[in-house]
C-alpha cells in the first residue's frame, strides 16, 4: 500500500454494520471489530436523491493529464464546500442523499440485474460496472473455496454492502484529507472492511509469530511511545489480514493502526470503501510520481503536507504507524514465480525514522512480516491505469513481528559515515523481515504448521 518520503510510494477490504452504539462512538477507530460475517444487514434508511450526479464524478474515469486537472478541481472544490463539516456530518449528509438500489436486492439475480440498469441508466460507468461484477464472481468462487455451509448468505450479504458502498462513491466521490481517521458512523466502515476479508482466511492455516512483543507494543503506547512498523507489502486487504489475526488479542493495536497510503487506494472505485475505514496518511505513490508529469509538483507538495501531518501525529505520542519502505506490494520472481518482500527504499525508511526521532515522545521500530498474497494478489506487473482485476481466493495467512532494531546500533556498529549507516540499517531490517516471512512461508505454503517455528521466531493460533 505504502512508502513514505519526499516523494512518496504506495490497500483494504468488508461486510457493513451500522449498529445502535455507533452514534455514541467517535470517528476514532476504537470499537472491536468481532462482528461474524453473515449476521448482520445495513440499517441505513438514506432518501432518494431527486438529482443524480454525472458518471464524470467517477475518479477512475481520469486518465488524461486535462481529466487529472478536472478531478483535482472537483476535489478542491468539495473540500471548500465541506471544510466547515465534520467527518460524521459529511458522512451522514452523503447517506441521506444515497440511492438504496443494491439494499433492497434480495438474490443473486436482483444484484447483478441492479448493476446493469443502473448502467443502463447511465448513472454507472461502464468499465466500473464491469468491475464490480468481476469482483462478484471472483468473491464468490472464494468463498465456495472455503466450503463453508452458509457460503451463499455470506456472499449475498457481503457484495451487497461492497457494491452499495462503491455506488454511493459513484454517486458522491468520498475526498480524503491528508490525514484520515477511519470513519466508523453512521456507517462503520472500518467493521464492513473486516467482514468483507474474514471469510477469505483460512484461520486453520494462518499464524502470527511472537505474540509477546505485541502486547509489549500495546504497554509501551499507554506509556505515549510511539510505534514505527517496517513492514512489506502484498495486497490491498493487509490492514484487514493485520487486524484479522490481532483481534482476540490485541483489537487495539488493529484499530489505532495508520497506515501509509499511495493514492491508488483513496482513488481507485473498488478499494475506497475499503480505506475509508482506515486511518490514513495519504501520499502520492513515488513509483506514478511522474505518470502525469505537468501533476509532479502538485503531487510533491502535498507529500510535504501528509509529512507535517505525520510529524504533528508522532509529537502527540502513543501513536503506531505502518509503513511499507518498498514502495509498493511484493510481487513474484517473474523466473521462479517465487514470492519474497521487495527491497526497502532507505531514504523512505529514513524519512520516517527521523521524524520518530524528532518528537517529544520515545519511539521504537519493528520489523513486521505479512504473507497474505494468495487471497488477493496484485497484478504480476506495476500498473500506471486506475482498475485493476481483483482475483480473489481463499488462504491461509501469516504475520510475525521482531524485537525493535535502534538505529544507534546498527550506525555505531558499522563505524561508517551516515550515508551507509542508513543502508546499513534498512538492510538490517529487511533481513529480518525476509527472515520472519520464509518461516511464514514454511508454515503456510510448505505445510510445517507450528513446527516451523525458530528460536527467533515463535508461532502460534491464538484463535484456537
Known amino acids: 500500500m505504502y512508502i513514505l518520503s519526499a516523494t512518496f510510494s504506495s490497500t483494504t477490504f468488508l461486510k457493513p454494520r451500522v449498529s445502535s452504539s455507533s452514534s455514541s462512538s467517535s470517528v476514532s477507530s476504537s470499537s472491536s471489530s468481532l462482528s461474524s460475517a453473515s449476521s448482520t444487514r445495513l440499517r441505513l434508511v438514506p432518501l432518494r436523491s431527486s438529482s443524480r450526479r454525472s458518471n464524470s464524478a467517477c475518479p477512475c474515469s481520469f486518465y488524461s493529464a486535462s481529466k487529472v486537472r478536472a478531478m483535482a478541481e472537483m476535489v478542491k ?15 451522514q449528509r452523503r447517506e441521506t442523499r444515497h440511492s438504496r438500489t443494491f ?44 466450503g463453508s455451509p452458509k457460503a451463499d448468505e455470506i456472499v449475498l450479504s457481503n457484495m451487497t454492502a461492497a ?7 459513484i454517486e458522491d466521490p468520498f475526498v480524503f484529507s491528508p490525514y484520515h481517521k477511519a470513519l466508523r458512523e453512521p456507517f462503520d466502515y472500518y467493521m464492513f472492511g473486516q467482514n468483507y476479508i474474514r471469510p477469505l482466511v483460512d484461520f486453520r492455516n494462518s499464524y502470527v509469530g511472537n ?6 507494543m500495546e ?31 490485541n483489537p487495539h493495536l488493529a484499530e489505532k493502526m495508520t497506515y501509509i497510503a499511495g493514492d491508488r487506494v483513496v482513488t481507485d472505485p473498488l478499494c475506497k470503501p ?10 502520492y505513490s513515488k513509483k506514478h510520481m511522474n505518470d502525469v508529469p505537468e501533476l509532479a509538483e502538485m503531487k510533491r507538495k502535498a507529500n510535504t503536507r501528509s509529512l507535517k501531518e505525520m510529524a504533528m501525529l508522532l509529537r502527540g505520542g502513543s501513536q503506531i504507524i505502518w ?72 488462504h491461509g495467512t501469516g504475520l510475525s513481528v521482531a524485537p525493535e532494531i535502534p538505529f544507534s546500533e546498527i550506525a555505531t556498529s558499522c563505524k561508517s559515515p551516515e550515508e551507509q549507516a542508513k543502508e546499513a540499517y534498512t538492510q538490517a531490517l529487511y533481513n529480518v523481515v525476509t527472515e520472519q516471512y520464509n518461516v511464514l512461508k514454511s508454515a503456510i505454503h510448505g505445510k510445517q504448521g507450528l513446527k516451523a517455528s525458530t528460536p527467533n521466531v515463535s508461532l502460534s493460533q491464538t484463535w484456537i
Not at 436486492?105 to 441492479?114: C, I, N, R
Not at 457494491?163 to 462513491?169: T, V
Open 219 to 249: 504497554e509501551k503506547l499507554r506509556q505515549g511511545h510511539n510505534i514505527i512498523l517496517i513492514s512489506n507489502h502484498q495486497t490491498e486487504a493487509d490492514p484487514a489480514v493485520i487486524a484479522l489475526l490481532l483481534e482476540t488479542t
Open 323 to 394: 509503513i511499507a519502505p518498498s514502495g509498493g506490494r511484493d510481487r513474484p520472481d517473474p523466473v521462479t514465480d517465487e514470492w519474497f518482500p521487495a527491497p526497502f527504499d532507505a531514504s523512505a525508511l529514513d524519512n520516517l525514522r527521523r521524524l520518530a526521532e524528532h518528537s517529544a515522545a520515545p519511539g521504537h521500530i519493528y520489523p513486521l512480516a505479512l504473507l497474505c498474497h494468495d487471497i488477493m494478489p496484485p497484478p504480476r506487473q506495476v500498473e500506471k491505469e486506475i482498475g485493476e482485476k481483483r482475483m480473489i481466493a481463499f
Open 211 to 216: 505474540i509477546s512483543i505485541f502486547y509489549d
Open 77 to 91: 472544490d468539495k473540500e471548500e464546500k465541506e471544510e466547515s463539516l465534520s467527518a460524521v456530518e459529511s458522512a
Open 103 to 146: 439494499l433492497n436486492v434480495t438474490s443473486e439475480a436482483e444484484l447483478l440485474s441492479a448493476i446493469r440498469l443502473e448502467t443502463e441508466a447511465g448513472r454507472l460507468p461502464a468499465n466500473i460496472a464491469s468491475g464490480m461484477e468481476e469482483l462478484y464472481w471472483n468473491y464468490k468462487n472464494a468463498i465456495l473455496q472455503s
Open 163 to 169: 457494491l452499495d458502498r462503491i455506488f454511493l462513491d
Open 274 to 283: 475499503f480505506s475509508i475505514g482506515r486511518n490514513l496518511i495519504c501520499v
